[in-house]
T-cell receptor, first 114, second 112 residues
Framework: DSGVTQTPKHLITATGQRVTLRCSPR?????VYWYQQSLDQGLQFLIQ???????AKGNILERFSAQQFPDLHSELNLSSLELGDSALYFC?????????????FGDGTRLSIL | GQQVMQIPQYQHVQEGEDFTTYCNSSTTLSNIQWYKQRPGGHPVFLIQ?????EVKKQKRLTFQFGEAKKNSSLHITATQTTDVGTYFC????????????FGTGTRLQVFP
């Protein structure tokens, strides 16, 4: 158990819809990272938050947004969903804002767009 | 998106055989991390290498960082079925230490 909690585990929705993925980091971790993993693909970095502030941005689409709340949990919002957004979305957390720290991953949210 | 090539993409081995995956970068790295993702699971941090030429061992796993800090390898001696999964490297370039770029991964299948 990594200590990182992601909900929901599975999401099935239709094109054009909007969903919110939730992540609670490991106790004591201030950074939260979001990744997208498509079928048989590697991990695409989307965005990082540190202590409530956006720290780094990766290949995140304009239709996607995220935030980190005062209690350090984070939400990833995906809107105007397309078939290609079907993927496993992972949240990871680490202690500091530096990327050269081990990241602890949650179990992921599997998003299926019909 | 930006990714790092790992080779091979897939490897099937008989239990007891050795396995090696390589991660090659076109740029000098600050450090490199390795993760393992079991089928249906999430990536789990294995190790971080920082120094040029560094070699670290974890039981049957040996991790190496190249002298020029541009490549790394993970070697598993005498594979077991519990080694099944995808192994990812994750690189931090020396000229951009705010980035952590995951490799494409090597999927290892071990046959008993």
């Amino acid at each position: 158990d990594s200590g990182v909690t992601q909900t929901p585990k599975h999401l099935i929705t239709a094109t054009g819809q909007r969903v919110t993925l939730r992540c609670s980091p490991r106790s004591g971790d201030l950074s939260v990272y979001w990744y997208q993993q498509s079928l048989d693909q590697g991990l695409q970095f989307l965005i990082q938050y540190y202590n409530g502030e956006e720290r780094a941005k990766g290949n995140i689409l304009e239709r996607f947004s995220a935030q980190q709340f005062p209690d350090l949990h984070s939400e990833l919002n995906l809107s105007s969903l397309e078939l290609g957004d079907s993927a496993l979305y992972f949240c990871a957390s680490s202690v500091s804002d530096r990327v050269n720290q081990p990241q602890h991953f949650g179990d992921g949210t599997r998003l299926s767009i019909l | 998106g930006q990714q790092v090539m790992q080779i091979p993409q897939y490897q099937h081995v008989q239990e007891g055989e050795d396995f090696t995956t390589y991660c090659n970068s076109s740029t000098t790295l600050s450090n490199i991390q390795w993760y393992k993702q079991r089928p249906g699971g999430h990536p789990v941090f294995l190790i971080q290498l920082v120094k040029s030429g560094e070699v670290k061992k974890q039981k049957r796993l040996t991790f190496q960082f190249g002298e020029a800090k541009k490549n790394s390898s993970l070697h598993i001696t005498a594979t077991q079925t519990t080694d099944v999964g995808t192994y990812f490297c994750a690189e931090t370039p020396l000229d951009n230490t705010d980035k952590l770029i995951f490799g494409t991964g090597t999927r290892l299948q071990v046959f008993p």
